[in-house]
Nanobody, 115 residues
Framework: QVQLVESGGGLVQPGGSLRLSCAAS????????MGWYRQAPGKQRELVATITSGGSTNYADSVKGRFTISRDNAKNTVYLQMNSLKPEDTAVYYC?????????WGQGTQVTVSS
């Protein structure tokens, strides 16, 4: 069974930075896509960024230039470096792993941007 464990959320002031981490464990095929999604109160879950096992990345327009996704394949870990954070970035951030057609999700970590 695959498990995803996130860390790194918290409270930060506008303009600040946070780094999220997500470690995957279990039976994980080397070819996969890892990513981050977020869900704000009263809103649908939305894509933040994804990265393939080959290193190709994709970002939501709202975070381009501010967020950077990266991964360590040897550790089955994905990171999200978030800079220049805005109040509208406040949400629960979920780690996602796609292996073939199966989606796995982490439990979520809260990110709050507020002064």
């Amino acid at each position: 069974q695959v498990q995803l464990v996130e860390s790194g959320g918290g409270l930060v002031q506008p303009g600040g930075s946070l780094r999220l981490s997500c470690a995957a464990s279990g039976t994980i095929f080397s070819i996969n896509i890892m990513g981050w999604y977020r869900q704000a109160p009263g809103k649908q879950r939305e894509l933040v960024a994804t990265i393939t096992s080959g290193g190709s990345t994709n970002y939501a327009d709202s975070v381009k230039g501010r967020f950077t996704i990266s991964r360590d394949n040897a550790k089955n870990t994905v990171y999200l470096q978030m800079n220049s954070l805005k109040p509208e970035d406040t949400a629960v951030y979920y780690c996602n792993l796609i292996i073939v057609t199966i989606n796995y999700w982490g439990q979520g970590t809260q990110v709050t941007v507020s002064s």
